[in-house]
């Protein structure tokens, strides 16, 4: 009886003192966690910037835009036929020839070989620079030098430009508008010589040539330009550029004339020599300057 008593004394305390412990522990924490989530990220175009500085170096293949060449007659200039320089009259033996006085050299102008009369040929090679300022993506002004080889002399001037462009990743579309002014430049035009000889104030024999002759502009032409081109980066500060571009080219001064020349004529010995014209060609700022070009470059951007 004793030793049941001791066992549920023993046992109540060892219940108490759970109880207890569980009072005052109190019931387990529960723990949560909470995560952020943050919009998905995108990578942003850095190839092509706003207020970036672009420099582009460019060669180019230039092309008139009237192909071909005028075609002028290897024939003498000078109506009527009879050609003075040549008659003669022979009558008792005597032949009667035109004096000197009444027959000087002389060389004329038929006109212009070449229909483009400021690149002078059909196409030429050139090259050139411009610098370009974006405010934005899309949006620039720039200035714009080129130089081309041009048949009679080299021919070249500056524009300012002003670019639109459309930025997709590493390639940029762009059209541009350029004002300017050119010089150099030239025509090619055929002409006609007749060269004499003389002896004792008489002429006795003649000789007659055609040759080409290059003519220089020696005016500044206003030079309208539109384009539209490619441009492809590798870095966002070095990239490619193709583009077309054509040059609608005036002059302020269309004074191109034609003169008549003519020859002294006259008698000798009884013989009546003609006084022949022929039409003599004086250049000016007429004709077709207008042409185009294809480049291809590298560009440079900061």
């Known amino acids: 009886m004793k030793a049941l008593t001791l066992f549920l004394f023993a046992f109540s305390a060892v219940l108490v003192s759970s109880l207890c412990y569980f009072a005052q522990a109190g019931p387990e924490p529960i723990t949560t966690t909470e995560k952020e989530v943050l919009p998905p990220v995108t990578p942003s175009n850095d190839f092509f910037r706003g207020h970036e500085l672009e420099l582009n170096i460019w060669g180019t293949w230039a092309f008139s835009s009237d192909q071909g060449s005028n075609h002028i007659a290897n024939d003498d200039p000078f109506t009527p036929g009879l050609d003075p320089e040549e008659a003669v009259y022979v009558g008792m033996s005597v032949t009667y020839r035109e004096p000197e006085s009444l027959n000087p050299n002389t060389n004329v102008n038929l006109g212009p070989v070449s229909k483009n009369v400021?690149?002078?040929?059909?196409?030429?090679?050139?090259?050139?620079?411009?610098?370009?300022?974006?405010?934005?993506?899309?949006?620039?002004?720039?200035?714009?030098?080129l130089l081309l080889d041009a048949e009679t002399q080299p021919a070249g001037g500056g524009l300012a430009t002003f670019t639109a462009r459309y930025p997709i990743g590493r390639f940029a579309p762009y059209l541009w508008?350029?004002?300017?002014?050119?010089?150099?430049?030239?025509?090619?035009?055929?002409?006609?010589?007749e060269t004499h000889t003389?002896?004792?104030?008489?002429?006795?024999?003649?000789?007659?040539?055609?040759?080409n002759v290059n003519i220089n502009n020696d005016q500044v032409f206003f030079d309208g330009q539109i384009g539209a081109g490619l441009e492809i980066r590798v870095t966002p500060h070095i990239g490619f550029m193709a583009d077309f571009a054509w040059n609608f080219v005036t002059s302020h001064d269309n004074s191109s004339r034609s003169d008549i020349i003519t020859t002294p004529g006259g008698t000798?010995?009884?013989?009546?020599?003609?006084?022949?014209?022929?039409?003599?060609?004086?250049?000016?700022?007429?004709?077709?300057?207008?042409?185009?070009?294809?480049?291809?470059?590298?560009?440079?951007?900061?």
């Open 118 to 145: 400021f690149l002078g040929t059909d196409n030429v090679w050139g090259g050139g620079v411009d610098v370009k300022y974006f405010f934005n993506k899309y949006l620039g002004l720039g200035v714009e030098g």
């Open 177 to 193: 508008l350029g004002a300017g002014a050119l010089a150099g430049g030239g025509e090619v035009d055929r002409f006609f010589t």
């Open 268 to 302: 000798n010995g009884g013989t009546t020599f003609p006084n022949n014209t022929a039409v003599n060609y004086v250049p000016g700022g007429s004709g077709d300057k207008d042409f185009g070009m294809v480049r291809f470059g590298l560009t440079f951007s900061y």
């Open 198 to 211: 003389y002896s004792g104030g008489f002429v006795t024999s003649e000789t007659e040539t055609f040759h």
